[in-house]
């Protein structure tokens, strides 16, 4: 599947700059590609700032003609997973909902946005980091310091859309019977104790709408990814 690559050397964010495009017009192509590896103002979930370190984090943001639902997210971090099994051995597991870990450190955090007909969703990857801020020094981590290999970033930036768009296509931007089970045996959460909203329980599953299914002393609990983190593992 083609799509158009839009490549900046430098952006407040690439997420910003995703929805800026889609409000001057339609996009030529049903996907479009944008990458920095210097972004400024990196916005995370919830609010938060993501940090990235100028040159060495791919920053970037695919356009996929999928009206938004929390599956999108879900799905990408599982085509995420294909991308960076494509170019390491490294043993990479999900942080639900969309934390990609290795070592139980994050290596790659997404946010989905959306306007009416359109995901942007975006996606920054520990690639060539050998320093983090110390702010997030212990609970990060990157593909360089689990292999000691540099790795290239529009070749990155290409290789997470091309399995992003495949996981989609394949999936229709559902979460399918198959993808869901995929996804679970990926979760680094199932099985460990969590704490959200105040509480605590045991991850034993992912609900049909994404939803983390936490066991708890009152029962199951269906947490909602747009509300809450999980803390478990960092
Ligand atoms: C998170 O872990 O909270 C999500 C982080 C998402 C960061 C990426 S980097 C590219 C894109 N542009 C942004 O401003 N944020 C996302």
Known sequence: MNFDIIKLNETESTNTYAKALLKSGEPSMPFTLVYTE??????GRLGREWLSTQGDTLCMSLIA??????????????GVYHALREITDADIKIKWPNDLIIDNKKICGILT?????????????????????????HKATSLKIITGTRYNTEETAKCVTKNIISVLTNTKGFLTEALLKEYTALCANIGI????????????????????????KNGNEFINSGEVTVSGIY
């Open 38 to 43: 210097n972004q400024t103002k990196g916005r």
């Open 65 to 78: 003609p999928y009206p938004y639902n929390p599956a999108v997210t879900l799905i990408s971090a599982v």
């Open 113 to 137: 946005e959306s306007t009416d007909k359109y995901a942007v969703i975006g996606i920054g990857i520990n690639l060539n980091t050998t320093e983090f801020p110390k702010e997030i020094a």
């Open 193 to 216: 104790e969590i704490h959200f909203k105040g509480q605590t329980g045991i991850a034993v599953g992912i609900a049909p709408d994404g939803s983390l299914i936490a066991k708890t």
